[in-house]
């Protein structure tokens, strides 16, 4: 079964960094874009990034362009997150997904398999 697995979430100040990892099966990085959503209390869950198998293609929400920075290692079955300069707005449940169809897709029905997510709290 395919598995994939989060962490690197925490309480940090405004300001402050974090990288979130997502690990998983060697099967759900074969030939797969993938992507970070979140999703906090009372809110709908809304796209962060994407990446694609090889790397060469990453979208950001124009809410974290500049500041976040999505890579993958595809020998190790990791995608990472690295997130910078955060802010209160960006606290919530960050969760990582597979999409084994065409492209690099931005919207969450296109994604397959789903983590559990981590918290991610931005707070003084």
């Known amino acids: 079964q395919v598995q994939l697995v989060e962490s690197g979430g925490g309480l940090v100040q405004p300001g402050g960094s974090l990288r979130l990892s997502c690990a998983g099966s060697?099967?759900?990085?074969?030939?797969?874009?993938m992507g970070w959503f979140r999703q906090a209390p009372g809110k709908e869950r809304e796209f962060v990034s994407a990446i694609s198998w090889s790397g060469g293609t990453t979208r950001y929400a124009e809410s974290v362009k500049g500041r976040f920075t999505i890579s993958r290692d595809n020998a190790k079955n990791t995608v990472y997150l690295q997130m910078n300069s955060l802010k209160p707005d960006d606290t919530a449940v960050y969760t990582c997904?597979?999409?084994?169809?065409?492209?690099?897709?931005?919207?969450?029905?296109?994604?397959?398999?789903w983590g559990q997510g981590t918290q991610v709290t931005v707070s003084s």
């Open positions: 060697g099967r759900t990085f074969s030939s797969a874009a």
């Open positions: 997904a597979t999409s084994t169809g065409d492209g690099v897709p931005q919207t969450w029905h296109e994604y397959d398999v």
